[in-house]
C-alpha cells in the first residue's frame, strides 16, 4: 500500500511540471511537511495528518463546482500546497502539540511566501491560497474588503476554500468514529 507521502509525492511529479517544482519538492522534503499534525486540536492531530489533509482537499476541489475552468497543474498546485505555511509550524509538547510559528506572517499569505521563494505562482493560484481559509481569516474578520474582491475576480478562491472546509469536516467527523 503506498503512503500518504508517496501519494503526494507522485501527484505533485506527475502534476506540478514548472521551474522550481523539484526545489519546492527537495524543500519540503527538508521539513517536517510529511509527518506533521494538521492542527493542533481542530482536525488531523497527529503524525501525518497535515499531508492526508493536503491529500484530501486536492481530491475535493477536482470534484469542486470550478474544477474544469483551471488546468490539471493549478488544482494540484492549490489543493496539495495550500497548507505548506505548516511545514516547520508544530512543536510536539507532553500533552499534544502546540504552535511553534517561527515565521509568523498569517497562514494563506505564509503559503503563498514559501511556495514562490521555488516556484512562481500565477495569480489565481496565488489568490486562492492567499484567501482560502475564506471568512475564518484574520485579515476579513477584523473587516478586510480585500477578501470579498478577490472572490468576485477569482473563482478559485472559493472552489478551493470549499474544498479545504469539506476535507477538514470530513477528517472531524471520522476522527469521531
Known sequence: MISPAECFK???QTQINRPGADKLLEWLESTDFFTAP???KYHGVYEGALVEHSLNTYYELLNGPV???YSAESRAITGLLHDVCKANFY???ET???VNDRLPMGHGEKSV???MKHMELTDDEALAIRWHMGAYDDAFRGGSKAFNIAMDRCPLIFALHQADTIATMREKSESLQ
Open 10 to 12: 507522485e501527484l505533485f
Open 38 to 40: 494538521a492542527s493542533t
Open 67 to 69: 474544477a474544469w475552468r
Open 91 to 93: 512543536k510536539k509538547t
Open 96 to 98: 499534544g502539540w502546540a
Open 113 to 115: 511566501y514559501l511556495i
